[in-house]
């Protein structure tokens, strides 16, 4: 108590004493101040995991806790802190204690705390990039405004009351994490989706509230009995999950939803838009029809629908694409049912190496392209071709989906008829070809069908994906367009690097990268390649000015990629196994193990369907321990044991 009180932080985080072993044990009168010192991880417990209340504190412990506190600053006070040009960098967490403190022209290599101490007053960070966590414990309805501030991962967990978030300028967040009500409005931002991905946890008590205005990359729904709002905005993809049944969305008016995945009972209300529903449990209720309805992997064409005041099945809802044009689509009726006559095949689609996407920019065995080229595509069968993102779940109505985004295009050809897409309008990144032939057949997966879209010159340099590699232990940063190491050596540019790992404590060690790792520039990629193992979330930041363009133009902002390396695989019998054997599997950690035909595409959503269709196979792995992967039923050929989250490798069943 006394350490809390000399560091002023008050307020009641009752939750993070619960953590201990012991807690039940712990008083009710200090539990208050050890969940406050134990969520600033100045205390952290025995190994055994327990607080010991009623042991003594040994001088040792006492310098430790002190220091942990002294080494952090704490802004108790309102005022401005942070110089007035230029960038303080500061090593270490931060803690702001009390309303009216505006941070400003900072770089914190650790993490950024605000307190509960704050009430339900404001703070204010001012172009302030944060490499590690940010936890907001505090603020009121009107409080933290995010002004041109780069923000990784953020926790809110505000016992006090609901925090409103506001961004604006270029301010961004990885990432957030919702354990209490929230307000997040991020209309003012300039940047698109300057909210990555948002976690409404299941820690949210029932009943509670939470509004999302302005555009959001993805937001995913583990909590039980909540009310989501989106008055005005975008969500690319909303996902209910399976344990968040009586789940409340309303949609305003001038508001969008791409894509929403249902996996629970949800009542759907407002005048927004949904462009496509996949549905995968019963319960669902819509107040507004959404402009497509799929029917999920878990779900089937019976299961129930309410549309308005209709209580409907999905196979009454469900609508197929619109028919290729030409008479071997049959009449384009709703009720037409479309039968692929005996033998008929997938089509294949590729991308040819002509036109604007020639040799010369065939780099690392991809095609390579930019924003304003024409690209081209062919199918070996009469259809139509899609050009959409390479992550886009082989679902038509998704293709559908990204093409009324303009996040893709879609253009009808004739068997072997070469196809031109104009790529002006798309933003840079990594894209497919897909065919879809008259019957609704799709073509699988193939190397060829890919190519990357590089920004136009005169778009600035900027950061656009990230690809993980488990168990080779690299990870590749990608950029809009090609990059030049503007440090000189790869040993300059290392040295420049920050990387921050996040222990299961909370506790942040931030240092350059490590010396025996090493660093790679291919094209428009960055590669960080670990000499050891990584069991802990990272996040690496590339300062502004470390690379450049082709044309010499300086990165102009920090760089922060937050990411964990997944379950890394090994088949205990590798190469090829006869049809009806098991295949034996471990990973490191527990994981989702999937057994799939090679050229199925590799997103969640097209593995789960190859499941439900009967030509792929699934284990839940325990960490360390075997687990067998059946074949039984399954066709000979080629196929890959796909690790979510991590890593594959490839087996032939004979």
Do not use: C
């Not at 692929?340 to 392209?369: H, W």
């Not at 009469?382 to 295009?409: C, E, H, N, W």
């Not at 068997?415 to 798309?426: C, I, M, P, R």
């Amino acid at each position: 108590m006394i350490v809390a009180r000399l560091l002023r932080m008050n307020g009641e985080e009752n939750g993070n004493a619960a953590k201990f072993a012991d807690a039940a044990s712990i008083p009710d009168w200090s539990r208050a101040p050890i969940g406050i010192l134990a969520e600033h991880a100045i205390v952290d417990g025995y190994e055994d995991g327990a607080f010991r209340p009623a042991g003594l504190v040994t001088r040792a412990e006492a310098v430790v806790m002190l220091d942990r506190a002294s080494s952090s600053p704490i802004y108790h006070k309102p005022g401005v802190y942070g110089p007035a040009s230029g960038t303080e960098t500061i090593k270490g967490n931060i803690q702001v204690t009390a309303s009216g403190v505006t941070l400003q022209n900072m770089k914190i290599e650790g993490d950024l705390i605000l307190a509960a101490g704050i009430g339900k007053g404001d703070v204010t960070p001012k172009n302030v990039t944060v490499t590690g966590t940010t936890r907001i414990l505090g603020g009121g309805v009107n409080s933290v405004h995010l002004v041109d501030t780069v923000l990784g991962i953020v926790s809110v967990n505000n016992t006090i009351s609901t925090v409103r978030i506001v961004l604006k300028g270029t301010a961004s967040i990885q990432e957030i994490s919702l354990h209490t009500a929230a307000i997040i409005v991020a209309d003012e931002a300039t940047t698109e989706h300057a909210v990555g991905k948002v976690t409404l946890t299941g820690q949210l008590p029932a009943d509670a509230q939470i509004t999302l205005v302005g555009s959001f990359e993805a937001v995913q729904v583990l909590a039980q009995r909540i009310l989501l709002e989106i008055p005005k905005g975008s969500v690319s993809k909303l996902t209910i999950d399976r344990l968040s049944g009586q789940t409340k969305l309303v949609i305003g008016k001038e508001a969008n939803v791409l894509s929403l995945i249902i996996h629970a009972a949800v009542s759907v209300f407002g005048e927004g838009n949904v462009q496509l529903a996949v549905v995968n449990a019963p319960g669902a209720q819509f107040e507004k029809q959404p402009q497509r309805i799929e029917i999920g992997s878990d779900a089937t064409a019976q299961t129930p629908i309410k549309i308005g005041d209709k209580e409907l099945t999905l196979g009454d809802v469900v609508k197929p694409l619109l028919p290729v044009p030409g008479p071997s689509a049959g009449s384009g009726s709703d009720d037409d049912e479309i039968v692929p006559p005996p033998g008929t095949v997938s089509p294949r689609s590729l991308i040819p190496l002509e036109g604007s996407v020639t040799e010369s920019v065939y780099v690392n065995q991809l095609r390579i392209a930019t924003v304003g080229d024409t690209v081209y595509g062919i199918a070996d069968q009469r259809g139509f071709l899609y050009l959409v993102p390479g992550g886009t779940d082989r679902y038509i109505s998704m293709l559908d989906y990204r093409v009324a985004a303009k996040q893709g295009q879609r253009a009808f050809g004739e068997a072997n008829q070469k196809v031109s897409f104009h790529t002006a309008g798309l933003p840079a990144g990594d894209y497919v070809i897909v065919a879809v032939n008259s019957y609704y057949l799709m073509s699988d997966y193939s190397p060829d069908q890919e190519i990357r879209l590089l920004a136009s010159p005169e778009t600035p340099l900027a950061q656009n994906s990230v690809q993980v590699y488990s168990n080779s232990r690299f990870v590749d940063i990608g950029f809009n367009k090609p990059i030049r190491n503007a440090l000189g050596t790869m040993e300059n540019l290392g040295k420049s690097v920050t990387h921050s790992t996040y222990k299961p404590t909370g506790t942040v060690t931030s240092n350059t990268y490590e010396a025996g790792d090493t660093i790679e520039i291919m094209d428009s990629i960055i590669r960080f390649t670990f000499a050891a193992g990584q069991p802990d979330p990272i996040t690496l930041t590339l300062p502004a000015g470390t690379l450049t363009d082709d044309r010499g133009v300086p990165l102009a902002n920090d760089v922060a990629v937050s990411f964990e390396f997944g379950p890394s695989l090994t088949v205990v019998n590798p190469g090829a196994v006869q049809a009806g054997s098991p295949i034996a599997v471990i990973t490191d950690k527990a994981a989702d193990v999937y057994l799939v035909k090679r050229g199925v595409s590799a997103t969640k959503g097209d593995l789960e369907r190859a499941i439900g269709s009967g030509t792929a196979k699934k284990v839940e792995t325990i960490a360390g321990q075997e687990a067998f992967l059946p074949t039984d039923k399954l066709a000979p050929g080629e196929y890959v044991v796909i690790a979510w989250g991590g890593s594959s490798a490839s087996i032939l069943i004979r």
